[in-house]
């Protein structure tokens, strides 16, 4: 499609899932020039901080002629996780208020690259939450963009778009789907030669109601909620104790390593010299800490087995005497 000699642009939100990235090739087949963002949260599933998110980056090798944007979202995106104005999902997921921000994003995404409109790869009816007419409407009107959204795969069942009135793009190639179930998608997919993508379990954290808990209890404890302590919230088995105290312990060695990886230098590290579970304590109780780490240790604890702790920059050795196996007493070096 040519807009005054050029293709016309449009903006994708692409999570490399079935449904995005059908969207995207659809567009591309009306001639439409794609340029994608996606967004990443320490909520995603399947993507690790450091690492691309594998789906889209596989998303984008099938579609081709794209280009890509990656968003982190930060603070701002927890604020509204904790205080959502339009409510949660079954977990801690405020779905609404979610695309809302990302599509305020893509806004300016849009407007610096001088982009016509916005589309994503919603489906009416697939999401309970947020896809549906009501919360369709209350999307566009609160990200600023009615009538420049385009939802092509559940086209038929909405409104005109702005870019199918001027002509951008041909309402009558535009999908019927609706639903949570996923055949037409795949049957399409498949026709397209789009093969590889994520399985639909995938996606969000906070849609995990398990999870969820962990979230808003740190909602309930922490003043000030940062991104940076996400991964720990992810991380390990959670046992919030009498006193307040949260007790990780990690449930394998990749998880031990990944807390003395990610432990803040505000949280107390107890490392075992002995085969047992690497502990993070977000409280004070180390001694209480340290009896949790043992009662998770499978084989018996050595003689003479030690603890490190390390807590702000200082160390220290906590010992264990134990005469049959059997631990009785923790005493710190110094003491
Ligand atoms: S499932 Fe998670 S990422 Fe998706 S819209 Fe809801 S809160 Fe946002």
Redesign the pocket.
């Known amino acids: 499609m040519l807009e005054q000699g050029r293709k016309t642009k449009a903006v994708g939100l692409l999570?490399g899932g079935l449904d995005s990235t059908l969207a995207a090739r659809l567009m591309l087949e009306q001639g439409i020039e794609v340029h994608a963002i996606n967004?990443w949260?320490p909520?995603?599933t399947c993507t690790a901080k450091s690492a691309g998110c594998p789906a889209v980056i596989t998303a984008i090798k099938q579609l081709g002629d794209i280009t890509l944007k990656r968003v982190a979202m930060g603070d701002e995106y927890l604020e509204m996780?904790r205080k959502p104005k339009h409510g949660y999902?079954r977990g801690?997921?405020?779905?609404?208020?979610?695309?809302i921000m990302?599509l305020k994003i893509s806004v300016e995404y849009m407007r610096e690259i001088g982009a016509s409109f916005l589309f994503t790869g919603e489906v009416l009816g697939q999401?309970p939450?947020?896809q549906y007419h009501a919360a369709f409407d209350i999307i566009d009107r609160k990200s600023g963009l009615g009538g420049l959204i385009l939802r092509p795969l559940s086209a038929a069942y909405l409104k005109p778009t702005v870019p199918e009135q001027k002509g951008w793009v041909d309402r009558t190639k535009l999908l019927n789907i609706e639903g949570r179930s996923r055949k037409k998608q795949i049957s399409l997919a498949s026709g397209m030669g789009i093969n590889d993508y994520p399985c639909p379990a995938g996606?969000?954290?906070?849609?995990d109601c398990i999870f969820g808990e962990r979230v808003r209890d740190y909602f309930a404890r922490v003043e000030k909620p940062s991104i940076n302590d996400i991964p720990l919230l992810k991380t390990g088995r959670h046992r919030k104790m009498p006193n307040g105290d949260i007790v990780i312990t990690a449930r394998d060695e990749n998880e031990g390593n990944t807390l003395l990886k990610i432990a803040r230098p505000s949280d107390h590290l107890l490392v075992p010299d002995f085969p047992g579970p690497v502990v993070v304590l977000q409280g004070i109780d180390v001694i209480g800490s340290i009896r949790i780490l043992l009662e998770y240790t499978k084989k018996d604890v050595p003689q003479n087995a030690t603890v490190k702790h390390v807590f702000n920059g200082n160390n220290e050795i906590y010992y264990i005497s134990n005469f049959t196996g059997v631990p009785r007493e923790i005493a710190r070096r110094d003491s």
Not at 92 to 99: A, E, K, L, Q, V
Not at 203 to 207: D, H, I, K, Q, S
């Open positions: 999570s967004f949260s909520f995603c996780i999902g801690m997921n405020p779905c609404i208020d979610c695309r990302k999401r939450m947020s996606g969000c954290l906070l849609a």
